[in-house]
Nanobody, 123 residues
Framework: QVQLVESGGGLVQAGGSLRLSCAAS????????MGWFRQGPGKEREFVAA????????YHADSVKGRFTISRDNAKNTMYLQMNSLKPEDTAVYYC????????????????WGQGTAVTVSS
C-alpha cells in the first residue's frame, strides 16, 4: 500500500521561502510519476509541479515557474517542493500525489494522495 506523508507547511511572509517534503513508502517508485497539487480557500485543486521518479523529468505550472522547484531524493524516497518568493495567492493546502505512469497535470489521474500540509502566506 502506497503511503504519502507531507510535511513542511506553515506561515510565512510574502517573499519568503518554504520547503515541503513528501515521504513515500510502500512501493518501488521507479515507474511512478509524483506531483504536487494545491487547493486554496474556495478553489479547485490545481496542479503545481510533477516529476518522473526514474530519470527525474520535471514539469512546473506556469504560475510557479521560476519560483518553485520540484525534486526528489532517491535514497530517502522523498520528494520536495522548494518554494521561493512566496505570494499571498500561494496560500493553500498542498498535497503530494503519485501515479504509476507518466507525468500528468490532472488530479483525477493520480491514484495515491497524502493528507496535505497547509501553507499560509501573509502580505
Amino acid at each position: 500500500q502506497v503511503q504519502l506523508v507531507e510535511s513542511g507547511g506553515g506561515l510565512v511572509q510574502a517573499g519568503g521561502s518554504l520547503r515541503l517534503s513528501c515521504a513515500a513508502s510502500g512501493r518501488t517508485f521507479g515507474s511512478y510519476a509524483m506531483g504536487w497539487f494545491r487547493q486554496g480557500p474556495g478553489k479547485e485543486r490545481e496542479f503545481v509541479a510533477a516529476l518522473k521518479w526514474s530519470g527525474g523529468t520535471t514539469y512546473h505550472a506556469d504560475s510557479v515557474k521560476g519560483r518553485f522547484t520540484i525534486s526528489r531524493d532517491n535514497a530517502k524516497n522523498t520528494m520536495y517542493l522548494q518554494m521561493n518568493s512566496l505570494k499571498p495567492e500561494d496560500t493553500a493546502v498542498y498535497y503530494c500525489a503519485a501515479r504509476s505512469s507518466w507525468i500528468s497535470t490532472a488530479a483525477k489521474e493520480y491514484d495515491y494522495w497524502g493528507q496535505g500540509t497547509a501553507v499560509t502566506v501573509s502580505s
